[in-house]
């Protein structure tokens, strides 16, 4: 009897663990000089997504890289490397605050929500510092952070 109570927990779990991956969605966000929203720009810079799921960056035209500003409480903190595709696996709800380093000033910048945004004050300050420094696109960040749920 042990033994096919052992079997059926590991049949349970393959199944569980099979039905979550099945249900992760994979999301793209292309890095580009220009779109109809203005000047270097994540596509899209709002993206809405749950936990599980994973979000690859394509640099799509030359020069751009993705670096996290504000992250959930226990998520990674992520950096990718110029001009190569960055994958991402989503395991923290909240928000997730990030931009394109060499094009900081232009609010080349994006917002990821994970379920329930459970740091959202933590990101608005983000937002917050980095739409101060921005040059150009001013009020694109505040855009994508208004659509928060």
Not at 1 to 14: C, N, R, W
Not at 42 to 63: C, Q, R, S
Not at 76 to 91: A, G, H
């Amino acid at each position: 009897m042990v033994k096919q109570t052992k079997l059926g927990q590991l049949a349970f779990l393959s199944l569980a663990f099979f039905s979550v991956s099945t249900l992760a969605a994979h999301h793209e966000i292309r890095m580009l000089d220009n779109n109809a929203e203005g000047g270097m720009v994540f596509e899209p810079g709002y993206l809405k997504a749950e936990v599980g799921d994973t979000i690859t960056f394509i640099p799509t035209d030359k020069g751009h890289w993705v670096e996290s500003r504000a992250i959930p409480e226990g998520a990674e903190k992520f950096l990718s490397k110029e001009d190569e595709k960055f994958t991402l696996t989503l395991t923290h709800e909240g928000v997730y605050v990030y931009y394109c380093p060499p094009h900081r000033t232009m609010n080349m910048s994006g917002i990821i929500q994970v379920g329930k945004p459970v740091n959202r004050e933590a990101a608005q300050k983000e937002v917050e510092k980095i739409e101060k420094r921005t040059k150009e696109n001013s009020g694109r960040l505040f855009d994508y952070f208004d659509q928060i749920q």
